[in-house]
């Protein structure tokens, strides 16, 4: 079955300092995957997507189908980016996004 | 509109009511989403309407969950002699694209607690 592991549900740092947060996939096929964020009282929004090769707010994620993985990244964590990130893969365009359990990341000062 | 938007935002029921969900997607999005939000966890799938065709229901839990998009436009998820197990927040997407081809807006959510 699809699945989508986040490991860490609390990745907590210090600003400046590197941030990965952790997303593993099961599909044997080609999925597509995104990263979506929620802020504190905020609706929960697209950050970016892997057919995209974006870099938003700093953020670059890239898909390694060997490891099945599509970590994020970003070198420098602002106390901005402290919120709830999800991870989620769709496998066909019928509309099933499945989302991972989600990291909490926390940027202290 | 300015968005997604779902009411109530806060709904609490005892054990056995029916309650009804409410969502406006944004104007002239074909594609509608339900999500189910228990405390603690991502997001799960409920069901995909695309216009007033729902395309997948494979994620609603039972046969007490009953969603529908009439008109394409609005749409409303109904829980039947809810369980307190129901207890969570509701979320509704849409997008302009079919499917996951485009970006997901998500509404606030309705928090639904079971007594």
């Known amino acids: ?109 | 509109g300015a968005g997604v938007s779902q009411s109530p935002r806060y709904k609490v029921a005892k054990r056995g009511q029916d309650v009804a969900l409410r969502c406006d997607p944004i104007s002239g999005h074909v594609s509608l989403f339900w999500y189910q939000q228990a405390l603690g966890q991502g997001p799960e799938f409920l069901t995909y309407f695309q216009n007033e065709a729902q395309l997948d229901k494979s994620g609603l839990p039972s046969d007490r969950f009953f969603a529908e998009r009439p008109e394409g436009s609005v749409s409303t998820l109904k829980i039947q002699r809810t369980q307190q197990e129901d207890s969570a927040v509701y979320l509704c997407a849409s997008s302009f694209m079919l499917g996951t081809a485009g970006e997901l807006f998500f509404g606030e959510g309705s928090r639904l607690t079971v007594l």
């Open chain 1, 1 to 109: 079955a699809q699945r989508v592991t986040q490991p860490e549900k609390l990745l907590s740092v210090f600003k400046g300092a590197p941030v990965e947060l952790k997303c593993n996939y099961s599909y044997s096929g080609s999925p597509e995957l995104f990263w979506y964020v929620q802020y504190s009282r905020q609706r929960l929004q697209l950050l970016l997507r892997h057919i995209s090769r974006e870099s938003i707010k700093g953020f670059t994620a890239d898909l390694n189908k060997g490891e099945t993985s599509f970590h994020l990244k970003k070198p420098f964590a602002q106390e901005e980016d402290s919120a709830m990130y999800y991870c989620a893969l769709s496998y066909y365009q019928g509309g099933k996004l499945i989302f991972g359990q989600g990291t909490e990341l926390s940027v202290k000062p």
